[in-house]
């Protein structure tokens, strides 16, 4: 019996492994390892750093995507304020800890800027959600997804001037949050702050699987997802639902904006790379699809690392652009496949 | 569009085949008189005036794909900037004089808009939007990374069209553009191809079922709006004098789009009319409190907002609604025309 359960399981692998979504994933994990055989260490280490943070930006745009309808433009704004509230609740914490190296602060202080930053981006994504979109959705639902994308850029034009017009366009960043040597792994020297990036884009990604997948709010959200008269009708509170998916993808953006800061100093436009990435990342995985843009997101920032190594930096935009283009022509749906294509198609 | 009793009057006649109306062709009047007028005869504020030109005819030529067929072209600036230094590099390489310059930027352009026409059709909505935008990323990395051919973010050195310093040739040459522009794009929408333009906006399944081809129609679209993109790229490559990728970024299409949709989406003329004040009003916010940088762009982003949720016709669905209204047969004759019934 046993054996049985076990062959069958065997073959779903081999089947998983036949499709088209089995093909990519191993085929992303043969060029990984070729190109790291080819060049070093390195390129795994930037792809799984890069990766973990476009997944949580990717998985917030698939989100909003999935439950709100909403082809989000303003997303990239968000992970700008993530890393604005990170600037100026890390510095004061960063000179203090340099009067006083031993303080618990060390410890915390990161931990207290990325839960302040996460605070800030559910409050701003609150508030778009009931000064914005709820005004939209309260007047007409004709025509949604186009109206909601304009909206979505005036916001983030809106976002973009805010943040020069009160905090300056200057670069706000902090050399790391810490300190202390790199650690050696496999013969390449990872800063610390990378491999926490890491730890905390795992963790947060671990979490809000278990949200989704066990917890009643997340089964409400994942409900929504599907059918909304559907979910109405089982008596899920709909503005409820739209307002906490809205700020946890507010949320889960910020996270990854507070966690780069170290890489990417904050300034008005910071938001548009983020941007562009999670998009090629969701349109990869499929529109919608929250899982498999953690999938995505890894072989996006795979495909721009090996772009940068091999043909130069600066063609990263040109590359994916492109492979996003002929997916886009030959499998609009994406590697992975998606259920809400249905909505979006209007 | 009711042509109704044929007027023997021939002005009448002559307006109605430009596609305006008495009050269109005194705005018209209007914006040709005011260079001359004195608070506007300084060579700053007519700067003004041609970026407020430049604006409101690419907005008419974004609208005739984003009102019409009802898809947002998000890498239009990026197909006006390839337009641009196509016109730029012939005028460098080979010595092409400019007015053929931007014929053929226009041309190159138009190819541009076939393949993106060619390579949205099965795409819809949202994911026709995402494929544009790519396009014009790949183009904007293009043109930054082909240094040898662009000069890329140094930014290429381009004739000028005038030998003059003054801008006021620029203007009225502009001017002409933005007519012919809106000219062109309204008398398509007359055909029989606006209807099916408006048929497949509407509702595409049901524009198949009556028989309209969406391939041909959604294709030839995207060709002509590109076309018109490309030409007005010529334009600026050569009144500007200097081409960097930056005309490309999507802020600058986001900004094309903004007046397009505040001016109304569909009316063709309605972002034109929104660009002059709007254009001016900008300016001035940005030069009297400079002290405020970013401040004209937050008011841009919020007026979109505020038109998207509480006024989703824009300007030309209150202007329908309240000017062209009049009883009074001089009024009516005024706003309307003497072909085109009040609505």
Same mark, same amino acid.
């Given at each position: 019996? %046993?054996?049985?359960?076990?062959?069958? *399981? +065997?073959?779903?692998?081999?089947?998983?492994?036949?499709?088209?979504?089995?093909?990519?994933?191993?085929?992303?994990?043969?060029?990984?390892?070729?190109?790291?055989?080819?060049?070093?260490?390195?390129?795994?280490?930037?792809?799984?750093?890069? *990766?973990?943070?476009? %997944?949580?930006?990717?998985?917030?745009? %698939?989100?909003?995507?999935?439950?709100?309808?909403?082809?989000?433009?303003?997303?990239?704004?968000?992970?700008?304020?993530?890393?604005? #509230?990170?600037?100026?609740?890390?510095?004061?914490?960063?000179?203090?800890?340099?009067?006083?190296?031993?303080?618990?602060?060390?410890?915390?202080?990161?931990?207290?800027?990325?839960?302040?930053?996460?605070?800030?981006?559910?409050?701003?994504?609150?508030?778009?959600?009931?000064? #914005?979109?709820?005004?939209?959705?309260?007047?007409?639902?004709?025509?949604?997804?186009?109206?909601?994308?304009?909206?979505?850029?005036?916001?983030?034009?809106?976002?973009?001037?805010?943040?020069?017009?009160?905090?300056?366009?200057?670069?706000?960043?902090?050399?790391?949050?810490?300190?202390?040597?790199?650690?050696?792994?496999?013969?390449?020297?990872?800063?610390?702050?990378?491999?926490?990036?890491?730890?905390?884009?795992?963790?947060?990604?671990?979490?809000? +699987?278990?949200?989704?997948?066990?917890?009643?709010? *997340?089964?409400?959200?994942?409900?929504?997802?599907? $059918?909304?008269?559907?979910?109405?009708?089982?008596?899920?509170?709909?503005?409820?639902?739209?307002?906490?998916?809205?700020?946890?993808?507010?949320?889960?953006?910020?996270?990854?904006?507070?966690?780069?800061?170290?890489?990417?100093?904050?300034?008005?436009?910071?938001?548009?790379?983020?941007?562009?990435?999670?998009?090629?990342?969701?349109?990869?995985?499929?529109?919608?699809?929250?899982?498999?843009?953690?999938?995505?997101?890894?072989? #996006?920032?795979?495909?721009?690392?090996?772009?940068?190594?091999?043909?130069?930096?600066?063609?990263?935009?040109?590359?994916?652009?492109?492979?996003?283009?002929?997916?886009?022509?030959?499998?609009?749906?994406?590697?992975?496949?998606?259920?809400?294509?249905?909505?979006? $198609?209007? | 569009? &009711?042509?109704?009793?044929?007027?023997?009057?021939? =002005?009448?006649?002559?307006?109605?085949?430009?596609?305006?109306?008495?009050?269109?062709?005194?705005?018209?009047?209007?914006?040709?008189?005011?260079?001359?007028?004195?608070?506007?005869?300084?060579?700053?504020?007519?700067?003004?005036? =041609?970026?407020?030109?430049?604006?409101?005819?690419?907005?008419?030529?974004?609208?005739?794909?984003?009102?019409?067929?009802?898809?947002?072209?998000?890498?239009?600036?990026?197909?006006?900037?390839?337009?641009?230094?196509?016109?730029?590099?012939?005028?460098?390489? =080979?010595?092409?004089?400019?007015?053929?310059?931007?014929?053929?930027?226009?041309?190159?352009?138009?190819?541009?808009?076939?393949?993106?026409?060619?390579?949205?059709?099965?795409?819809?909505?949202?994911?026709?939007?995402?494929?544009?935008?790519?396009?014009?990323?790949?183009?904007?990395?293009?043109?930054?990374?082909?240094?040898?051919?662009?000069?890329?973010?140094? !930014?290429?050195?381009?004739?000028?069209?005038?030998?003059?310093?003054?801008?006021?040739?620029?203007?009225?040459?502009?001017?002409?553009?933005?007519?012919?522009?809106?000219?062109?794009?309204?008398?398509?929408?007359?055909?029989?191809?606006?209807?099916?333009?408006?048929?497949?906006?509407?509702?595409?399944?049901?524009?198949?079922?009556?028989?309209?081809?969406?391939?041909?129609?959604?294709?030839?679209?995207?060709?002509?709006?590109?076309?018109?993109?490309?030409?007005?790229?010529?334009?600026?490559?050569?009144?500007?004098?200097?081409?960097?990728?930056?005309?490309?970024?999507?802020?600058?299409?986001?900004?094309?789009?903004?007046?397009?949709?505040?001016?109304?989406?569909?009316?063709?003329?309605? !972002?034109?009319?929104?660009?002059?004040?709007?254009?001016?009003?900008?300016?001035?916010?940005?030069?009297?409190?400079?002290?405020?940088?970013?401040? &004209?762009?937050?008011?841009?982003?919020?007026?979109?907002?505020?038109?998207? =949720?509480?006024?989703?016709?824009?300007?030309?669905?209150?202007?329908?609604?309240?000017?062209?209204?009049?009883?009074?047969?001089?009024?009516?004759?005024?706003?309307? !025309?003497?072909?085109?019934?009040?609505?």
């Amino acid at each position: 019996m %046993a054996e049985q359960v076990g062959n069958r *399981g +065997w073959e779903r692998v081999f089947k998983w492994c036949r499709s088209l979504a089995g093909v990519t994933v191993i085929a992303t994990v043969l060029i990984a390892l070729l190109a790291t055989a080819d060049r070093g260490g390195y390129i795994l280490v930037n792809t799984i750093v890069t *990766g973990g943070m476009t %997944a949580l930006v990717a998985m917030g745009l %698939a989100l909003t995507l999935g439950v709100l309808n909403i082809p989000m433009f303003a997303h990239g704004e968000y992970f700008m304020i993530g890393s604005l #509230v990170a600037y100026y609740v890390f510095t004061p914490i960063s000179s203090f800890l340099n009067t006083h190296p031993d303080s618990a602060l060390a410890l915390w202080g990161p931990l207290i800027t990325v839960l302040a930053a996460m605070i800030v981006g559910a409050l701003a994504g609150v508030v778009s959600e009931v000064f #914005v979109f709820r005004q939209l959705r309260k007047r007409s639902r004709e025509n949604w997804v186009m109206n909601s994308f304009l909206l979505t850029v005036g916001l983030s034009v809106v976002m973009i001037n805010a943040h020069q017009l009160f905090f300056g366009a200057d670069f706000k960043g902090i050399t790391h949050y810490w300190s202390g040597p790199p650690i050696n792994l496999m013969d390449v020297f990872i800063s610390r702050d990378r491999a926490y990036a890491f730890i905390l884009s795992v963790v947060v990604v671990g979490v809000f +699987w278990f949200f989704m997948t066990y917890t009643r709010t *997340g089964r409400a959200i994942r409900a929504v997802a599907q $059918d909304e008269t559907g979910a109405l009708m089982v008596g899920i509170g709909l503005n409820g639902i739209l307002m906490l998916t809205m700020s946890l993808s507010c949320v889960l953006a910020a996270i990854a904006g507070a966690g780069l800061l170290f890489m990417y100093p904050s300034y008005p436009s910071m938001g548009l790379e983020p941007l562009y990435m999670a998009w090629f990342v969701v349109i990869l995985a499929g529109l919608g699809n929250v899982l498999g843009a953690v999938m995505g997101a890894f072989m #996006v920032a795979l495909l721009k690392v090996l772009t940068v190594e091999y043909i130069g930096s600066g063609w990263d935009f040109v590359v994916p652009s492109a492979l996003i283009i002929v997916i886009l022509i030959f499998k609009p749906s994406g590697i992975f496949g998606s259920e809400v294509r249905g909505v979006l $198609d209007k | 569009m &009711n042509h109704t009793t044929p007027s023997a009057n021939p =002005i009448d006649r002559l307006l109605d085949s430009l596609c305006l109306t008495p009050a269109g062709l005194l705005s018209l009047v209007a914006l040709a008189v005011l260079p001359l007028v004195p608070p506007f005869n300084h060579e700053y504020l007519i700067r003004w005036l =041609i970026s407020a030109a430049f604006i409101a005819s690419l907005s008419i030529a974004f609208d005739f794909t984003a009102g019409l067929i009802n898809i947002v072209n998000f890498g239009y600036c990026a197909i006006m900037g390839v337009g641009g230094y196509t016109s730029a590099i012939l005028a460098e390489r =080979i010595g092409l004089t400019p007015w053929i310059g931007m014929l053929a930027g226009g041309l190159v352009a138009a190819l541009l808009g076939l393949i993106i026409g060619m390579i949205t059709l099965r795409l819809r909505g949202i994911f026709a939007a995402c494929l544009a935008w790519f396009f014009g990323l790949a183009a904007m990395g293009l043109a930054t990374k082909m240094v040898w051919l662009t000069r890329g973010p140094l !930014g290429m050195r381009v004739n000028r069209l005038f030998d003059t310093a003054s801008n006021v040739p620029y203007y009225y040459l502009l001017l002409g553009m933005m007519v012919v522009t809106y000219v062109i794009c309204k008398w398509v929408t007359r055909t029989r191809m606006g209807v099916a333009f408006k048929a497949i906006g509407q509702n595409m399944e049901a524009a198949r079922t009556s028989g309209i081809n969406p391939v041909f129609y959604r294709v030839s679209n995207f060709v002509l709006s590109c076309a018109l993109a490309g030409w007005l790229g010529g334009f600026y490559a050569h009144y500007y004098g200097i081409l960097t990728p930056d005309i490309m970024l999507t802020s600058k299409t986001v900004e094309v789009l903004a007046v397009a949709y505040i001016g109304g989406r569909g009316s063709l003329w309605g !972002g034109a009319a929104v660009a002059f004040p709007f254009i001016f009003a900008m300016e001035l916010v940005r030069s009297s409190l400079s002290n405020l940088p970013g401040l &004209n762009l937050l008011l841009y982003g919020l007026l979109l907002i505020l038109v998207m =949720i509480y006024y989703p016709g824009g300007f030309a669905a209150f202007f329908d609604a309240t000017f062209r209204k009049y009883k009074n047969r001089v009024m009516n004759y005024f706003f309307n !025309g003497a072909y085109e019934s009040p609505r």
